[in-house]
């Protein structure tokens, strides 16, 4: 088991609020462990647990540039909360929420991947809950022997 810790305390107060930051800790595409986090002004913040000159593990933060315009045009909201659902083989997946005038919750789950700049919606919709990622394999009973699924689609063909 690897333990590791960042001192948050010696990162500018600009950047955290430290009361209101959920974290989220998970690899990148190298197996590399990674920390993240999501500011409302709709930047993704990220550190990526490295090596210096000295063989000391640190963490070191990645520069990503800010998702708003890519938000904006997708979402057409400039305002919202925007959260880390889940990193994994260096794929974020970022879950946002605003209340429109009538209080109605608009609700948006996006893919991010770290080696670029674009994120991509994954769902939209207007439900009063976070949207929670469960990844799994395929059930064995659906895989057949050539490692198909084993079922035909009516009208794939």
């Known amino acids: 088991m690897d333990v590791s810790s960042l ?7 600009w950047i955290i609020d430290y009361g209101q930051v959920d974290f989220i800790v ?6 590399e462990l990674c920390m993240l986090y999501a ?5 993704l913040h990220v550190w990526i647990r490295g090596v ?9 933060q990645q520069l990503i540039p800010s998702l ?25 997946y970022l879950y946002m929420s605003c209340i429109t005038p009538i209080g109605t919750q608009r609700c948006w789950l996006f893919y991010h991947s770290l080696g670029t700049t674009e ?6 919709g207007t439900f009063h809950d976070r949207a929670y990622l469960y990844i799994m394999a395929w059930p064995p009973c659906l895989i057949g022997d050539d490692e198909g699924t084993g079922h035909e689609v009516e009208g794939s063909h």
Do not use: M, N
Not at 70 to 91: D, F, M, N, W, Y
């Open 68 to 92: 708003s315009a890519q938000i904006e045009r997708t979402t057409g909201e400039s305002e919202g909360k925007l959260r880390v659902v889940q990193a994994r083989s260096g794929c974020v």
């Open 26 to 31: 998970g690899d990148t595409k190298d197996g």
């Open 52 to 60: 210096d000159g000295d063989g000391i593990g640190v963490w070191v």
């Open 119 to 124: 994120i991509e919606l994954l769902i939209h």
């Open 39 to 43: 500011s409302d002004d709709f930047h």
């Open 7 to 13: 001192d948050l305390r010696s990162l500018p107060s």
